[in-house]
């Protein structure tokens, strides 16, 4: 069964500093990667997908096939960043759909 | 833009009681999905469907149906709501080609209290 694990519930860096948000999977197959963010009082949305390899608002994530990993990074934290970021997965190998599977979150506290 | 609306942001209800969840898409999507989001717990899938009448079950379906007539309408039924199923419910919409995976784009969510 695929799994997706976010260690840390909470993380606090200050504005300016550098942050990476930690995700990893476990999955046999070759899995799509996405981080969703929810920022406060709005609804969750896709904040980058591995497949297209971009950084949006500065943020950018390196599928690691070899350590199952997919973190987030970002170099200077802004205090808009403050969130709750999700990692997913989807196992998606053709037809029909898929669901995604997600961490447990990790809030993400900017501090000025 | 993409919009996809749920009928209710909060809900009330009593256990015992049948509860229907709404979920309407504007863009024509194939597949829609539920899940439920929970403190601690991240979110989970509940169903998902990718076309009219068609469904699948998600990793947490029981206690759960759903009903897609149309294809730009998704609900959500609790057949007898307990209390374990208070949480927050989200829907989400994609579109599919067969060719990949596809940005789900979320509803605002439905807080369900179940007393």
């Known amino acids: 069964a695929q799994r997706v694990t976010q260690p840390e519930k909470l993380l606090s860096v200050f504005k300016g500093a550098p942050v990476e948000l930690k995700c990893n999977y476990s999955?046999?197959?070759?899995?799509?990667l996405f981080w969703y963010v929810q920022y406060s009082r709005q609804r969750l949305q896709l904040l980058l997908r591995?497949?297209s390899r971009e950084s949006i608002k500065g943020f950018t994530a390196d599928l690691n096939k070899g350590e199952t990993s997919f973190h987030l990074k970002k170099p200077f934290a802004q205090e808009e960043d403050s969130a709750m970021y999700y990692c997913?997965?989807?196992?998606?190998?053709?037809?029909?759909?898929?669901?995604?599977?997600f961490g447990k979150g990790t809030h993400l506290i900017i501090q000025p | 833009d993409v919009k996809v609306t749920q009928s209710s942001r909060y809900l009330v209800k009593r256990t015992g009681e049948k509860v229907f969840l709404e979920c309407v898409q504007d863009?024509?999507?194939?597949?829609m999905f539920w899940y439920r989001q929970d403190p601690g717990l991240g979110l989970r899938l509940i169903y998902f469907s990718y076309d009219v009448k068609m469904k699948e079950k998600g990793d947490i379906p029981e206690g759960y149906s759903v009903s897609r007539e149309k294809k730009e309408r998704f609900s959500l039924i609790l057949e007898s709501a307990s209390t374990n199923q208070t949480s927050m419910y989200l829907c989400?919409?994609?579109?599919?080609?067969?060719?990949?995976?596809?940005?789900?784009?979320f509803g605002p969510g439905t807080r369900l209290t179940v007393t």
């Open positions: 863009m024509d999507h194939e597949n």
């Open positions: 997913a997965l989807s196992s998606y190998s053709g037809g029909g759909a898929d669901g995604l599977t």
């Open positions: 999955y046999s197959g070759s899995p799509e």
């Open positions: 989400a919409s994609s579109e599919s080609s067969g060719l990949g995976v596809y940005e789900q784009y």
């Open positions: 591995h497949i």
